[in-house]
Every structure is written in C-alpha cells, then in structure tokens.
C-alpha cells in the first residue's frame, strides 16, 4: 500500500517572522493546534516540543528569536472548522516556509488518495498575500 505526502512551499519578497504568518493564518480560521507542537532544529535532530496553549508567546518569541534564525524551525497549525490541520516548517532566514498537511488530511473528491491541494492553497494563500508572498509550489506524491 502506498502513502502519499504533500507539501506547499511558499516563498516571500521579504522576511517573516513565525509570529506574522500565525497571526495571518488566524484572520482565515487557523490557529495553534493544542497542545501546542514546535520546534527549532538547533540539533539536526527535529526534536519536536509541546506545551499547552497559554505559553504561545513564549514559543513563538522562541521560534522568532534572533539566534534561530539560521536554524529550520516549525509550529503545528489547526483550522477547527475544516477539521485539519499541519506543519509550517520555516527555512533558514526566513524567506520561505512549507506546509505539510499532517492532521487530518483533506482528501481530494472522488480521489480519496490524493491531497485536496487546492483546498489547502485556497485557505492558505489569501491571508499570505499581504505578508509578500511570492510565490508557491505544491506537490502530492505517492511513495
């Protein structure tokens, strides 16, 4: 049997910071999943963490800090509406990040193995477009 992973890449005109992209993200039903997952890859380990909700401003203060910025750092995102959610993974420097949708994944109709991609990029890029965003790339492979 194969799986199937999927993943958008997006890329920015400027910058960002963990903390902007969430607080965007949040103008169109997503937010923080609980318990809050994260981590900085400082170790090349992907050590991931969690915490409750009521520490969001500490780890995103954590994953903005100055001295991660060479390091890939992430935070899992949750839209309770739809009933999904994934992974921002945020590159080095901060001019790019990829969501994985790792939660409850949207199939695509009538193609139950496929990734609803465009379902994703539609509640995704709009609140994006404000923040630079450049440009995406999205894929959906089977393994």
Excluded at 17 to 27: N, W
Excluded at 29 to 38: F, I, M, R
Excluded at 64 to 76: F, G, L, M, Q, R
């Amino acid at each position: 049997m194969s799986s199937r992973t999927a993943d958008i890449d997006f890329t920015f005109a400027r910058e960002v910071t963990v903390r902007t992209i969430v607080e965007a993200l949040a103008t169109s039903g997503w937010s923080l999943e609980e318990p809050l997952s994260y981590m900085v890859n400082d170790t090349d380990l992907y050590d991931w963490q969690s915490t409750t909700n009521d520490h969001t401003g500490e780890v995103l203060a954590l994953l903005d800090a100055p001295e991660h910025a060479k390091y890939h750092v992430a935070v899992c995102v949750y839209h309770g509406q739809a009933g999904t959610g994934g992974q921002l993974l945020f590159f080095p420097h901060r001019t790019a990040c990829s969501f994985s949708p790792t939660i409850n994944r949207r199939s695509l109709p009538g193609s139950a193995g496929f990734t609803d991609v465009s379902w994703y990029l539609h509640a995704l890029v709009p609140p994006l477009l404000a923040l630079g965003l450049e440009g995406y790339e999205a894929r959906d492979i089977g393994s």
